[in-house]
């Protein structure tokens, strides 16, 4: 028991004790005695000034009511049950052998004596002696407890509730005794060999977390014991620092949240036990120290830290070559059966996400220690996960892909942040205000720099910005560090793109996949039944597909964190057009036409993924849960204004790219015809509304135009077939605005200034829009008709190599559907354009066929061959466009 070789030379333990206290009443009193074995060791205790002293004697005499309250608490005595001073206290106690035959009494004065002997006992339930002849099970099992913390818990435990009966001073001293020699035990496991000592805190978390009364006193005994032990180590009293005690259970604890499914109640367990660890600022930075990785730039690593490892608990794998645990073999269950496992798997997503976030906010609201270290650690989650928003990480068929490492802990720490945002995501919340645009343009220069400035997300600066800084501007200094605000703005911002927008991606991707080895699955089972060898390949590919599908779609669709996001994304709408428009920040303002440009300087330090995090969740919304929209409500309008304002403004946002994917977003917001299915009638009207009564809703069709146009413009052209990717939804959302009223005039007008200026050097902006139409509809029946016929030649290529088989009839299937896509892209494009030229024209013309000359476009109707029976004297005058 003791490593000190001079302790055997003494009878008993008992003896080097009194021996210890000699020497400390003959030694100088300005120097306390020193510890020579592991029981005085256990035995000291700590004065008001942090100097370890020995409890010395107390000339008055232990009350008998004292020593009962003693036994209460300790479940130790003295003396046998026939003493009639021992018939008050509990039925059971152990009695310690040592003490058995010596004249000590249960007081103050003894206390630590005592109690480190009942810890060393090996066996103390053979020591129990009962008062009563009635066996209470319970009580008989606290007496002989084993276990050194969970005994010294139950001791703590007890003292508070007989706290009214002692005195303040006896209370001091009986719970200093219980936390001191709880913290030398924590330190120096190897003074009670065999009790297995590190990772008993953890268990006994576990044990009593979820008993009632037991929440405020285990969080006040982990406190206590972690204050002393730190205490201690500060002082260099101790060798053993806090991080070390609590390293044991920290393992265990991340052991457990590597295995737990989310599916499995022991998660909540598992959190609720992590939580305590925030209930005190020394527990909280040995939390943060642990979970911290050494490199930091390694997502993996920080996704097996302590934090990490609950982040990353989800309806998907941890890791690549993990298999998924939900939506196995899909094809054989019904899609109500999807629909019920879909939404059994919200309510822990739900659950996970809140717990995760009072966890989070306690560490933030703790200290001014642990916040900076909190923020820190995030800020490296974040920068770890850059590597996933990398183009080259997102060009990869997902069918045959691996999971992606990190999506469930992305998708978790997003709903977290988004929790933390929920103060600032309301329209025009005075929080967000406090929202300081420079964030992201700021680079620290060292450490130092960063602390200073509270930076604590890296990388921001190199990511492109709505529009390009002048040449030689530097980053605007903040003037002062950053508020919370602003980094709890921008971690969300960020952590959404590289989290949400990925995976939504990686969603989009892998339904294109599926619909595309269905093709094949069904042509292979059409040639060689269901037996043969490809099929069944391709049967198998498309379930292991449709189970990530569902999976990836389920964790996307958790409602609540969708609900949040949403909000979000409006609140940041308003601070945009706040920060591209007011010509001061410290107010929110009224807008009015025209549109302030006060703020475009501003918006070179706001980056691109802002505004691509807004259209992404939108247009995710409209494809999967469109029934979502119903939640913003009035709120609409925002969005709305958003797009009015840059969308068509170059000056606001220099991508093209990003401005017709607002496009996009904007076809969203239009009502059709499927949308009873998924919403009620008010929600519909709320978004009709948004063409008829936005106040600027009438710059719309001149909008929409100028980014028709500017995609076509030199230094901002895209690929042919982005390019009608983009005009898609404009077509769309062009055709339903021809048939509002108001709208149409607008276009009329339009149509009429173009015929105005049509000489001027600088074309009007609905000419453009007319002569595009035009060369593009020419141009896609054209390819059209080019394609049809390479796949004509295909086919014929095909039916001769089909009886050879091998791999040159493999690669001319693989051209002819190839061909087949683009004939088939080609029509569709051409056939909406046609579509649109065609209402178009039915009341414009003006611009088409002026009186004077015939139009700018009469030489594209003479490229046409006549129809059939056709002679000049019977073409209408006017009608040149119609055959177009």
Known sequence: MARNPFAALFPSMVDVQAFVQSGAETAPRDYPPLPVTEKALATQDMDANGVPVLIGHVDDATSDDLASLLEEIF???????????????????????????????LDLNTLNELVFERLVLDDPQNHVVSKSKYVDQQALADAGETRVVFYLYQCFSRLNKVAAKLENEDYETIEKTIVSQASTCLCHCEIYPGKKIPQQVFYLLQEYHAEGGHQESLESFLKKCADCIKGRFDAEEEQVSLL??????????????????????????????????????????????????????DLRSFQESLLGAPLCVSCLPRKEADPFEFFERPSQALMNEHAITESNLWLPLKGLAVELHNLFYSLLRLSPETRNRTLTWIGHCITACSERGKLWNNQVSELFMAVQSGDGFALNLGAVLLRLARPFSEPYSPKLLKVQHQYCSFEPKSEQEANATCMHIRGLSKETC???????????????????????????????????????????????????????????????????????RLQDNMEKGMTRFLSLKAVLLEPDSLEHML??????????????????????????LPFPEHGNARLAYVPEFVIENICDCIVFVKRFSEKSLALVGTNLEHLMTLILLFMGSPQRMNNPHLRARMAEMLEVLITSADDDHFSSIIPSMNRERLFRNHPFVAELPSTLLHVFVSIEMTGQSVTFEQKFHYRRPMYIVLDHLWNMPDHRNKMKSLAAEAEANIECSSPPLFLRFINLLINDAIFLLDEALSYMSRLRELQQERQQQQPLGGPLWSQGEANMQHVGMLAHFHNVMGTETIRTLAWLTTEIKVALLPPDHGGPHRNHAQLLPPPPGWTPEEEPEGEGLQRV
């Open 567 to 592: 909000q979000f994304h409006v609140a940041c709408a308003t601070w945009l057009c706040h920060l591209a428009t007011a010509e001061r920040l410290d107010a929110f303002q009224p807008l009015c």
């Open 244 to 297: 070390e005690v609590l390293s044991h259970s920290f393992n265990l604890l991340k052991k457990r949240f590597g295995k737990v499914s989310i599916a499995n109640r022991e998660l909540f367990v598992l959190v609720d036990i992590l939580k305590y660890f925030t209930k005190s600022v020394s527990m909280a930075m040995a939390l943060l120290d642990f979970s911290t990785p050494a490199e930091l730039v």
């Open 466 to 536: 709505l529009v390009p800084r002048e040449e030689g501007a530097t980053s605007e200094s903040p003037g002062g560090p950053f508020n919370f605000s602003t980094e709890c703005f921008f971690a969300c911002q960020r952590i959404l793109s590289l989290g949400f927008r990925v995976v939504h991606e990686r969603l989009a991707r892998l339904s294109q996949d599926l619909n595309r080895v269905r093709r094949v699955y069904e042509e292979a089972r059409s040639q060689g039944g269901d037996s043969s060898e490809v099929t069944r």
């Open 75 to 105: 479940r130790v005595t003295t003396s046998d049950c026939n003493d009639a001073k021992t018939s008050k206290g509990p039925p059971h106690c152990v009695l310690l052998p040592t003490f058995k035959d010596s004249k000590k009494c």
